[in-house]
Nanobody, 127 residues
Framework: QVQPVPSGGGSVQAGGSLRLSCPTSGYTSSTNCVGWFRQAPGKLREGVASIDTSNRQTVYVDSVKGRFTISQDNEKNTLTLQMNSLKPEDTAMYSC????????????????????WGQGTQVTVSS
């Protein structure tokens, strides 16, 4: 299926906020988990946050806990990532995609379900 194209990236100073949006209409995840992933130049892609669309359970990477909030609006078919207190180390290309699930604990993981990446949205945080 076609990967969703997120929007909302931009350039902000440290301490600022951005809100990323990802249209999920027509996009399905076999695990019910969707998430945000980011990749900075020269670094591996990492999972930032994921959410189980069936029960709203969320998971965050430690570096963004307390600063980022992931949410899913099923009526608007939109996945969002509210990013507050941004830091220069948050600078990366952000993408949204289906995520894996730990079926033993029934929690979403910060791992992408596939390896097909569409267009992302650039977030640049200056100090």
């Amino acid at each position: 299926q076609v990967q969703p194209v997120p929007s909302g990236g931009g350039s902000v100073q440290a301490g600022g906020s951005l809100r990323l949006s990802c249209p999920t209409s027509g996009y399905t995840s076999s695990t019910n988990c969707v998430g945000w992933f980011r990749q900075a130049p020269g670094k591996l892609r990492e999972g930032v946050a994921s959410i189980d669309t069936s029960n709203r359970q969320t998971v965050y990477v430690d570096s963004v806990k307390g600063r980022f909030t992931i949410s899913q609006d099923n009526e608007k078919n939109t996945l969002t990532l509210q990013m507050n207190s941004l830091k220069p180390e948050d600078t990366a290309m952000y993408s949204c995609a289906a995520a894996k699930k730990n079926y033993w604990t029934t929690t979403c993981l910060l791992l992408p379900l596939g390896d097909d990446w569409g267009q992302g949205t650039q977030v640049t945080v200056s100090s």
